[in-house]
T-cell receptor, first 112, second 110 residues
Framework: SAVISQKPSRDICQRGTSLTIQCQVD?????MFWYRQQPGQSLTLIAT?????????ESGFVIDKFPISRPNLTFSTLTVSNMSPEDSSIYLC?????????FGPGTRLLVL | QKEVEQNSGPLSVPEGAIASLNCTYS??????FFWYRQYSGKSPELIMF????GDKEDGRFTAQLNKASQYVSLLIRDSQPSDSATYLC??????????FGAGTTVTVRA
């Protein structure tokens, strides 16, 4: 399976600031996704990152809050904007390979 | 809304026993189903996937799918302390998206 890396692995941020999370894959993939996992919860899909076009957001998630870029088939970024303590979560990118999704190591975000 | 529900945990089993995890899904259009294992502080790791009705075995793990009943299960045979983790069931729909259950936490007692 593809090797997926994320940066940063963790961060502590002040409310009102923004953080950009990077996801890098070692091979070209068509489908990339961003998930959020709040403390003690399961995974919730934020959006599908589409190469060359705008991301497709799930209900409850908006582009102004979670802008996503996908400049090529191996890289994507998710920005968490104007953060509040409720944004404290693990953010995970995933890629689809052979009809199966594999996850990156995640970014652990704490907003104070 | 596409819902995936898992049997509530936590599930505690003695070492060497069988751990049985259950999952139901609401979207009849779901095509394939996945079991992920997530250790505390780590990201989900794929254990097994299943597309067809029946059983699929991989080492100590067996996944079972019954599309008529909209039911998926995972059996872990000869449970080991290293199997202690949260197990996530996911259903994949035609639009490639995964819907996850809340997870079942398994503890294997030595």
């Amino acid at each position: 399976s593809a090797v997926i890396s994320q940066k940063p692995s963790r961060d502590i941020c002040q409310r009102g600031t923004s953080l950009t999370i990077q996801c890098q894959v070692d091979s070209q993939v068509t489908m990339m996704f961003w998930y959020r996992q709040q403390p003690g919860q399961s995974l919730t899909l934020i959006a599908t990152a589409n190469q060359g076009s705008e991301a497709t957001y799930e209900s409850g998630f908006v582009i102004d809050k979670f802008p996503i870029s996908r400049p090529n088939l191996t890289f994507s970024t998710l920005t968490v904007s104007n953060m509040s303590p409720e944004d404290s979560s693990i953010y995970l990118c995933s890629v689809e390979e052979v009809q199966t999704q594999y996850f990156g190591p995640g970014t652990r975000l704490l907003v104070l | 809304q596409k819902e995936v529900e898992q049997n509530s945990g936590p599930l505690s089993v003695p070492e060497g026993a069988i751990a049985s995890l259950n999952c139901t899904y609401s979207d009849r259009g779901s095509q394939s189903f996945f079991w992920y294992r997530q250790y505390s502080g780590k990201s989900p790791e794929l254990i097994m996937f299943i597309y067809s009705n029946g059983d699929k075995e991989d080492g100590r793990f067996t996944a079972q799918l019954n599309k008529a009943s909209q039911y998926v299960s995972l059996l872990i045979r000869d449970s080991q302390p290293s199997d202690s983790a949260t197990y996530l069931c996911a259903a994949r729909s035609n639009d490639y998206k995964l819907s996850f259950g809340a997870g079942t936490t398994v503890t294997v007692r030595a």
